[in-house]
Nanobody, 124 residues
Framework: QLQLQESGPGLVKPSQTVSLTCAVS??????????WGWIRQPPGKGLEWMGV???????YYSPSLESRISISSDTSKNQITLQLNSVTPEDTGVYYC????????????????WGQGTQVTVSS
């Protein structure tokens, strides 16, 4: 059974870089035709798709975040990593990793297997 577990620092200061990890168990990040996305939800707002990495390592990012985001995979650890640079309080929210079967899907509803999420708070 697939399980996704996000982890991260919790609290980050403005202008810093936040790095989040999604540990995958019960499946492999290199399984063909699966794509791994990051989605976030600011407090009181809806879900926002951030970016995706495919089974072969290709990436696609939301245009609104493209200058600040990087998603990578570590096949030896079977995990996905999100880095978001120059964070502001507007980046506060719950961050989810999720798996989908649609190539480079740019919408959160195209992902069917989700982790429980990890809270990121940007504050000085």
């Amino acid at each position: 059974q697939l399980q996704l577990q996000e982890s991260g620092p919790g609290l980050v200061k403005p202008s810093q870089t936040v790095s989040l990890t999604c540990a995958v168990s019960g499946g492999s990040v290199t399984t063909k035709n699966y794509y791994w996305g990051w989605i976030r939800q600011p407090p009181g707002k809806g879900l926002e798709w951030m970016g995706v990495i495919g089974y072969s390592g290709g990436t696609y990012y939301s245009p609104s975040l493209e200058s600040r985001i990087s998603i990578s995979s570590d096949t030896s650890k079977n995990q996905i990593t999100l880095q978001l640079n120059s964070v502001t309080p507007e980046d506060t929210g719950v961050y989810y990793c999720a798996r989908g079967g649609t190539a480079m899907a740019p919408h959160f509803y195209q992902y069917h297997d989700w982790g429980q999420g990890t809270q990121v708070t940007v504050s000085s």
